[in-house]
C-alpha cells in the first residue's frame, strides 16, 4: 500500500512560481508518479509524469515550457516546479502513482493506482 501527501500550493499572483512536493509512504522507487489537477467543473486532468529512473517525462501541452517535473527517488517523493503560472492554471493538484516500470506515456488518470488528497494552487489575475 502507497500512501501520497502533497504540499506546496497556496495563492500566487500570476506570473509567479510555486513548487508541489508529493512525499510517498511505500516502495514507489520504481513506478511511474504523476501529478493530475481538476479545476472546478471540470475533469481531472494530466499535467505531467516522470518514469522510476526520472530518464522519461511528459506533459500537457497546455503546461509544457512552465512546468518541470523531478523525482527524488531516496526521499521517495516526487516534485512539480510550475512556473510562469496562469489564472488557467488554478485547480487542485493531486500526486499519483502508477505501478508501471516502463518508459512509456501514462497520461489516463484510469492508469494509476494511488493517489493523494490534493493541495489547492490558486493564481490570480
Known amino acids: 500500500q502507497v500512501q501520497l501527501v502533497e504540499s506546496g500550493g497556496g495563492l500566487v499572483q500570476a506570473g509567479g512560481s510555486l513548487r508541489l512536493s508529493c512525499v510517498a509512504s511505500?516502495?514507489?522507487?520504481?513506478?511511474?508518479m504523476g501529478w493530475f489537477r481538476r479545476a472546478p467543473g471540470k475533469e481531472r486532468e494530466f499535467v505531467a509524469t516522470?518514469?522510476?529512473?526520472?530518464?522519461?517525462?511528459y506533459y500537457s501541452d497546455s503546461v509544457r515550457g512552465r512546468f518541470a517535473i523531478s523525482r527524488d527517488n531516496a526521499k521517495n517523493t516526487v516534485y512539480l516546479q510550475m512556473n510562469s503560472l496562469r489564472p488557467e492554471d488554478t485547480a487542485v493538484y493531486f500526486c499519483a502513482v502508477d505501478r508501471y516500470s516502463g518508459s512509456g506515456p501514462r497520461t489516463y488518470p484510469d492508469l494509476f493506482d494511488y493517489w493523494g488528497q490534493g493541495t489547492q494552487v490558486t493564481v490570480s489575475s
Open positions: 511505500g516502495r514507489t522507487f520504481n513506478y511511474v
Open positions: 516522470i518514469n522510476w529512473s526520472g530518464g522519461s517525462t
